[in-house]
């Protein structure tokens, strides 16, 4: 099997051969720390509860609110995304959304915007 994958302009790839080289899971701990998530691994897998969150935030929001802005000082908004991350964290049986954990994202989503 070969796995590759890109994020801005770095990149990886590397053959995994069953019973001889370590598998994905074995590896996974090397990859650096994601910052910025693509938008196809929020759409179609993800992996961890950040991903559930920013999917809620990032694609879900605008599906269902088009037209209206995220306000993350109005709770009512920030407990929407929370509650749309954990549907679809237990969708795809990843756990540790918390609201905490939103708050955090958000948090370093304008961390992130203002470097």
Known sequence: MVDGGTEGFKGHARVIIP????CFECNI??????????????AETPRTAAHCIEYAHLIKWDEVHSGKPFDADDTEH????????????????ISGVT??????????????LQA
């Open 19 to 22: 019973g001889t080289t370590p």
């Open 29 to 42: 701990w090397l990859f650096p720390p994601q910052v910025k998530f693509p938008l196809c691994t929020l």
């Open 78 to 93: 920030m407990q929407w995304i929370y509650s749309e991350a954990l549907k679809r964290a237990e969708l795809f049986g």
């Open 99 to 112: 609201y905490s954990l939103t708050q955090v994202c958000h948090l370093l989503r304008l961390f992130i």
